[in-house]
């Protein structure tokens, strides 16, 4: 059965960090471009980062960039967000996702077969 499980999120005052697990079962994530979404209430689901299959290319959304840090640990058959200088903004419930495609990295969720239950994040002071 493929099943992704997130990890890691919680409460975090304006400027710290928090590092995003997406642990993997029933399959090899490296085989799979993996993104990064959050969803705030009210608000559509939006792309953080991706991290394709093939070479890992990364791409973020521009909010993002200089920030957030996606990366992969084959080791643990797990991708890790790094979020870092965390803004109120940042609040949101995060996903991860599996899209089964070769050879890409999107930020639009339409791309992605599998998903996560999701981990909530919140910024606050």
């Known amino acids: 059965q493929v099943q992704l499980v997130e990890s890691g999120g919680g409460l975090v005052q304006p400027g710290g960090s928090l590092r995003l697990s997406c642990a993997a079962s029933?399959?090899?994530?490296?085989?799979?471009?993996i993104g990064w979404f959050r969803q705030a209430p009210g608000k559509e689901r939006e792309g953080v980062a991706c991290?394709?299959?093939?070479?890992?290319?990364?791409s973020y959304a521009d909010s993002m960039k200089g920030r957030f840090t996606i990366g992969r640990d084959s080791a643990r058959n797990t991708v890790y967000l790094q979020m870092t200088n965390l803004k109120p903004d940042d609040t949101a419930v995060y996903y991860c996702a599996a899209d089964a495609a070769r050879y890409r990295c999107l930020l639009g969720p339409n791309a992605y077969d599998y998903w996560g239950q999701g981990t909530q994040v919140t910024v606050s002071s």
């Open positions: 991290i394709r299959s093939s070479d890992g290319t990364t």
């Open positions: 029933g399959f090899t994530l490296d085989y799979f471009n």
